[in-house]
């Protein structure tokens, strides 16, 4: 494990550092590196990740601070982040990275679904103000939301939030049944979002002029829904959305080109629980490109969990591997927009004996996805 005096040497042992020796691959000339990542910076309570990351004695903070500053990304989007009012956990993050030699000077992130009463019982189990009575499921307020770090300025006042709207109106909404009806009421469905955390559209000015639109979000794993597959239904249309998005089937136009869409779809094309066509549509679509990141650590971290699974476990993302867990998965995704030259791509996954193994396993049971691209010249 990172000792809790890890913390305070990170700056020191990360300044100056090369790429090579943290077992971290250096980004291709002249290109930009996106990525996403879910870092699990999330805790019990509100303030409580602002305090952890004050404190500079947390070892899963530590760690995660290593792994971002050694991924050296350019555009980095973070799921499983705890989002405050002022973007202040954001922004004590951004002065630990600083510190440690990979400064972020632009920021943004929006309020999540995750932990937003609605007041009613949207899971129908007869108590009011649980967690799965949010819009997405949440202790409290802003629980696990994402956020984005970027070097490129964000063009905020031209970002779209998607999170709004409503399950029902995704055209072939596959909304929990009963006898026929929607479960638990019609009710319900006149105020469910379809977001389990968001689905966003932010602009990134581009040096040269013109912007990358950054197409962001964190679906509801496909389990833990009831009897009615409530998360399971919902974990494809919120990736389902994305397809119909890009095909202008939505009430909003796709953004122009160049863009990247970025997240956690908690969905592996093959393997694990989960609609599969819904990612695998994604991942076909002709508006995309699937760089297919590989990394040489997922093969080594096979393990029993993982018998039987059909896809490529060098593609996998996160390592699930206790008791009656579904085993190591592809589910966290950089899919540049179909436009644009990819110069790399990967996951930051080191084997064993690589010098970052120790903190990207103790940050994380994800792993960070990166893909570089060649923006096209003007």
């Given amino acids: 494990m990172i000792g809790r005096a890890a913390a305070g040497l990170i700056a020191a042992a990360l300044l100056g550092q090369p790429a090579a020796a943290s077992g971290a691959v250096p980004p291709a000339k002249d290109s930009l ?14 303030g409580l990740l602002l305090r952890d990351i004050l404190d500079g004695d947390d070892p899963q903070i530590a760690a995660a601070v290593e792994v971002i500053a050694a991924a050296r990304a350019d555009v980095l989007l973070l799921t499983g982040m705890d989002w405050d009012h002022g973007l202040v956990a954001l922004d004590a993050l951004a002065a630990a990275l600083a510190a440690a030699g990979a400064p972020y000077p632009h920021r943004f992130a929006l309020r999540p679904n995750r932990g937003m009463q609605t007041g009613l ?4 189990d007869g108590r009011l103000g649980t967690p799965d009575d949010a819009q997405g499921w949440g202790a409290f307020a802003g629980a696990g939301g994402m956020a984005l770090l970027s070097r490129l300025p964000v063009a905020a006042e031209a970002a779209r939030d998607f999170s709004g709207f409503l399950w029902r109106d995704l055209p072939g909404a596959l909304l929990p049944e009963v006898d026929g009806r929607p479960f638990p009421s019609e009710a319900i469905f ?8 968001g689905h966003w559209d932010v602009p990134l000015d581009l040096p040269g002029g013109g912007r990358l639109h950054v197409l962001a979000w964190h679906a509801s794993p496909p389990v833990f829904g009831g009897p009615h597959d409530r998360n399971l239904r919902r974990n494809h249309d919120e990736t389902r959305f994305w397809t119909l998005f890009l095909n202008g089937a939505l009430p909003f136009p796709p953004p122009e080109a160049p863009f990247v869409l970025l997240g956690d779809a908690n969905l592996d094309p093959l393997d694990g629980d989960g609609i599969h066509a819904a990612i695998q549509q994604l991942l076909a679509h002709p508006a995309l490109q699937d760089a297919a990141p590989r990394s040489a650590g997922a093969i080594a971290a096979q393990g029993p969990n993982d018998a039987g699974h059909r896809g490529d476990p060098a593609l996998d993302t996160v390592q699930w591997d206790g008791p009656r867990q579904p085993g190591n998965l592809r589910v966290d995704y950089v899919l540049p927009s179909a436009g644009l030259e990819v110069t790399g ?10 010098p970052l193994a120790e903190a990207v396993a103790a940050a994380s049971r994800h792993r960070l996805v990166w893909v570089d691209v060649r923006l096209p010249a003007d």
């Avoid at 019982?121 to 129908?124: A, I, P």
């Avoid at 006149?190 to 955390?197: D, E, M, P």
């Fill in 33 to 46: 590196r996106l990525a996403t990542w879910n870092a699990a910076l999330t805790r019990r309570g509100p």
């Fill in 121 to 124: 019982d949207l899971d129908g």
């Fill in 190 to 197: 006149a105020v469910q979002r379809l977001s389990t955390t």
């Fill in 345 to 354: 791509a990967g996951v930051l996954w080191p084997e064993p004996a690589a």
